[in-house]
């Protein structure tokens, strides 16, 4: 027999759920913004998790900014080379799928995504405005040559190095890194959306990273609504109009069950 205040969580999950299904029904213009832990179902740990996050054991300063990457591109590359191969086999979970289906079926206006791991598109979500940039492709930063991600491996010198093929300069993964500016386009058309959203479903972010981070703020100061559902807290807990707390995937698989 299921003990009882287990049957009691599970009401008060299936509520939200539906309570969510209801604002985004209701809802002109929904907006996803997604970070890493929509992610985590697929295997990708994300960043600042105890014991499993990305950054527990490796001080990002020094693999992951942008003056190793032209000081050391070596080290730069022995940290990314492997993220690459992890992130290359990775696939969709319910939660992308979710999104995909919630934009094809019209309740959706576009995902805005701090992931680099492309697997919104790889779940058929179309409008995705990527403001870290994404491991699709990699360019020379000296003669602009720009490469898919299949063909980076083939760029490997001995010393392990992806270099230009045509100037043998270092390649840079198309991601912002730490001390690079988030690409103009990409926040341009993040805050378009923020500030036409009269939903916003902020989904696996701790929303603590800027100017990312401010986004939720610019939905909320042009009159619309914030529905938050990631397990870590955030700043704008206590502004949400609705906060669901359990694993992403299963999540937002309940909300698209329940709008039918």
Same mark, same amino acid.
């Given at each position: 027999m299921i003990p009882r205040v287990s049957a009691r969580v599970d009401e008060r999950e299936m509520t939200g759920t539906a309570r969510l299904a209801e604002l985004i029904r209701e809802s002109r213009c929904? +907006?996803?913004?997604?970070?890493?832990? +929509?992610s985590v179902p697929s295997g990708i740990p994300d960043f600042r998790t105890p014991e499993t996050?990305?950054?527990?054991? +490796?001080?990002?300063?020094?693999?992951a900014h942008i003056d190793v990457f032209e000081r050391d591109p070596q080290r730069f590359w022995?940290?990314?080379?492997?993220?690459?191969?992890?992130?290359?086999?990775?696939r969709p979970n319910r939660a992308h799928e979710a999104l995909a289906?919630?934009?094809r079926r019209g309740l959706l206006e576009g995902v805005i995504?701090?992931?680099?791991?492309?697997?919104?598109r790889a779940a058929g979500s179309r409008n995705v405005v990527e403001v870290h940039g994404s491991i699709e492709t990699s360019t020379c930063r000296s003669c602009g040559a720009s490469y898919a991600i299949e063909q980076v491996e083939g760029l490997f010198d001995e010393e392990g190095v992806a270099v230009c093929a045509a100037c043998q300069d270092a390649v840079k993964p198309?991601?912002?890194l730490f001390g690079e500016m988030l690409p103009a386009e990409a926040m341009r058309a993040a805050q378009e959306l923020a500030e036409r959203a009269e939903l916003m479903l902020c989904v696996g972010s701790s929303l603590v990273v800027h100017p990312v981070a401010g986004l939720p703020g610019l939905t909320l100061a042009t009159g619309g609504s914030l529905a938050i559902v990631t397990k870590s807290t955030t700043p704008y807990d206590g502004e949400a109009a609705l906060r669901l707390a359990g694993e992403v995937d299963e999540e937002l698989g309940a909300v698209l069950a329940a709008l039918g």
């Open positions: 929904t +907006v996803a913004l997604t970070g890493a832990g +929509v996050g990305l950054w527990e054991n +490796v001080d990002p300063m020094e693999v022995s940290y990314y080379r492997p993220r690459f191969h992890s992130l290359g086999e990775k289906e919630l934009e995504t701090q992931n680099i791991d492309r697997l919104h198309d991601v912002v």
